[in-house]
């Protein structure tokens, strides 16, 4: 298995990195397709009348009371409703979510601060898949709170 968090590999290098979305200005990261349609529910409804979406340049908008969740440089965007269950819970709920390979919460690792070894160790192993796991494509372990 390879290790996801070594590098964030995305298509294309000609767009920026990050991009403000258009519905609440937050800056937003750059996010592979290929993480989108793990998480948007029922990507063949979704995704039938863009012609070539793989070729756009995604990102993910982290500001949980945006609506957009995925957008493009073109104006396409994923929000909210057609995420995937799964995504909708660990994304929005008051449970938050630090690892989304693993499914380790806030809340967890608060109450066992020894999950971020395990985490470590597995992601040094290539034990992990944050870039199709992690909506945001990114790797977990800069979620976990600093010792």
């Known amino acids: 298995m390879k290790n996801c968090c070594a590098s964030n590999d995305l298509k294309s290098q000609k767009s920026p990195r990050k991009l403000q979305c258009p519905n609440c200005d937050n800056m937003s990261q750059s996010v592979s397709f290929d993480t989108i349609l793990f998480h948007i529910d029922s990507p063949w409804l979704h995704i039938k009348d863009n012609k070539n979406p793989s070729d756009n340049n995604y990102y993910f908008c982290g500001n949980r009371d945006c609506e957009l969740v995925y957008f493009d440089t073109e104006g396409n965007g994923f929000n909210k409703k057609q995420m995937s269950k799964s995504t909708q819970e660990s ?20 109450d066992k ?28 372990l800069k979620s976990f709170p600093k010792n």
């Open 91 to 110: 994304l929005f709920n008051d449970v938050k979510t630090i690892c989304f390979c693993y499914h380790i919460t806030e809340k967890q690792i608060k």
């Open 113 to 140: 601060p020894e999950l971020k070894d395990f985490v470590i160790e597995q992601t040094k192993s290539g034990h992990c898949a944050c870039n199709i796991k992690n909506p945001s494509g990114l790797c977990c």
